[in-house]
C-alpha cells in the first residue's frame, strides 16, 4: 500500500516506513477523495505536517547548535534571476525629496512588481497546487479562492518553522558537482546518501536535497529551468513516509524535471507533497556553501512572509550550525 491511501497516510503521521511496490513507482496517479481525505489530523486540519512542529521538537532542534553558524540558503532577489513561465520581479527606486528641516534628512524607497510568493527561493503553501478542483484535504479550491487571495490555508498561516533540516548531497554521492538535466534521485540514492552520511531521517524535520544545479542561478537561466535533476516518486514517497515537515532542493521545482519514469505526468510529486500529505515545498535553495561544509544535520529556520491568502513566500532560509 503507497503513501497515498489513508492508511498509508496515518502512517506517515507516526513515521512509519513500509515497501512501496516496484509498480508504483512507475504509475502513480492522484488518488480519490475518499483514499486521501481525511488527513491524519483530520477533516478540519489546515496546517498540515507543521503539526509535527511542537514546543518539544524546537527545543531539540536548539539542541543541534554547536558553533552558532549561520549559513544563508536563499538565493538574491534579482532581475537577472531566472523566472518561470510569465513571472516577473522588477524594482523600481523611489528617491524622496530631500527634507526642509536643518538636518537635511533625505530618504529612497523602492516599488517592487513581482509574484512574491513565486519568485526566487520560494516557499509553496498548499492551495498552491490541486488535483482537480481540490487542494489539502479535499478543500475545493472554489469554496476558499477570492479575488484577494486564498481564505484558508494562506501562506501567512505557516509561521516560523524551526526544526531539524538534513541536508543529502547527492551530487557528491555520484561523485560529480553537478547532477545531470532529467536525472532522477531514487530511494537507492536517498538510502545511500544516508549511509555515507551516517544520519537518519525523523519526524518533523525538513529534508534538502543537494544537486549541484545552484551553480547555474542567475548565469545560465534558461538551462536552469528548462530540465533539472531531482527526487522521483519513489524518492518522494519514501522521504514522506518518515514524517518530514518539508522537502527542499537547489533547483526549481524540487522533483525532477521532465520526469523520465512518468513523463505523461505534470509535477506529481507537487501533488504528493502539497495536496496528499500537507507537506511543503522548498524551491531554489542555494546549498553550494551548506555542502561545502559537509553538515548533514542543523537548524533550519524559515519563515514565509505573512502574505494573506497567498499560495507562497519568497524567503530567505538559513542553517544555523
Keep these: 500500500?503507497?503513501?497515498?491511501?489513508?492508511?498509508?497516510?496515518?502512517?506517515?503521521a507516526a513515521g512509519l516506513a513500509a515497501a512501496v511496490?516496484?509498480?508504483?513507482?512507475?504509475?502513480?496517479?492522484?488518488?480519490?477523495?475518499a483514499q486521501r481525505c481525511p488527513g491524519p489530523w483530520g477533516a478540519a486540519d489546515r496546517r498540515g505536517a507543521m503539526n509535527?512542529?511542537?514546543?518539544d521538537t524546537v527545543k531539540r532542534t536548539a539542541g543541534?547548535?554547536?558553533?552558532?553558524?549561520?549559513?544563508?540558503l536563499g538565493q538574491v532577489l534579482e532581475q537577472g534571476m531566472p523566472l518561470q513561465s510569465t513571472r516577473q520581479f522588477h524594482i523600481h527606486l523611489k528617491p524622496l525629496a530631500m527634507n526642509p528641516q536643518a538636518n537635511r534628512r533625505g530618504s529612497n524607497e523602492e516599488?517592487?512588481?513581482?509574484?512574491?510568493?513565486?519568485?526566487?527561493?520560494?516557499?509553496d503553501m498548499f492551495p498552491h497546487q490541486t488535483i482537480g478542483n481540490h487542494t489539502y484535504n479535499c478543500v475545493?479550491?472554489?469554496r476558499i479562492a477570492t479575488r484577494n487571495g486564498f481564505t484558508e490555508m494562506g501562506v501567512h498561516t505557516v509561521g516560523n518553522i524551526f526544526t531539524r533540516g538534513v541536508l543529502l548531497d547527492i551530487a557528491a554521492l555520484k561523485g560529480v558537482p553537478m547532477l545531470e538535466a532529467g536525472y532522477e534521485i531514487s530511494v537507492a540514492d536517498v538510502e545511500a546518501a544516508l549511509r555515507r552520511q551516517d544520519v537518519a531521517l525523523a519526524e518533523a524535520d525538513a529534508v534538502l536535497f543537494h544537486t549541484g544545479w545552484g551553480a547555474l542561478w542567475g548565469k545560465e537561466n534558461a538551462r536552469y529551468l528548462n530540465s533539472n535533476p531531482g527526487i522521483g516518486v519513489a524518492a518522494a514517497e519514501f522521504v514522506i513516509r518518515r514524517g518530514p515537515i518539508l522537502m527542499g532542493a537547489d533547483v526549481a521545482t524540487v522533483e525532477v524535471s521532465p520526469s523520465k519514469t512518468m513523463p505523461a505526468a505534470s509535477l506529481p510529486i507537487h501533488q504528493i507533497a502539497l495536496v496528499v500529505n500537507?507537506?511543503?515545498?522548498?524551491?531554489?535553495?542555494?546549498?553550494?556553501?551548506?555542502?561545502?561544509?559537509?553538515?548533514?544535520?542543523?537548524?533550519?529556520?524559515?519563515?514565509?512572509?505573512?502574505?494573506k491568502g497567498a499560495t507562497g513566500s519568497t524567503v530567505a532560509p538559513t542553517a544555523i550550525l
Excluded at 64 to 72: A, K, P, Q, T
Excluded at 115 to 123: A, I, K
Aim: charged share 25%; no cysteine.
Design 1 to 12: 500500500m503507497t503513501i497515498v491511501s489513508r492508511r498509508g497516510a496515518l502512517a506517515a
Design 21 to 33: 511496490p516496484a509498480a508504483a513507482q512507475q504509475s502513480w496517479t492522484p488518488p480519490e477523495p
Design 52 to 55: 509535527r512542529q511542537t514546543p
Design 64 to 72: 543541534l547548535i554547536r558553533s552558532g553558524e549561520i549559513v544563508e
Design 111 to 123: 516599488m517592487v512588481i513581482a509574484e512574491m510568493g513565486q519568485v526566487g527561493t520560494q516557499f
Design 140 to 142: 475545493e479550491v472554489d
Design 278 to 307: 500537507g507537506v511543503h515545498l522548498l524551491e531554489n535553495l542555494k546549498l553550494d556553501e551548506l555542502a561545502a561544509k559537509r553538515r548533514s544535520e542543523f537548524v533550519l529556520n524559515v519563515q514565509p512572509l505573512k502574505l
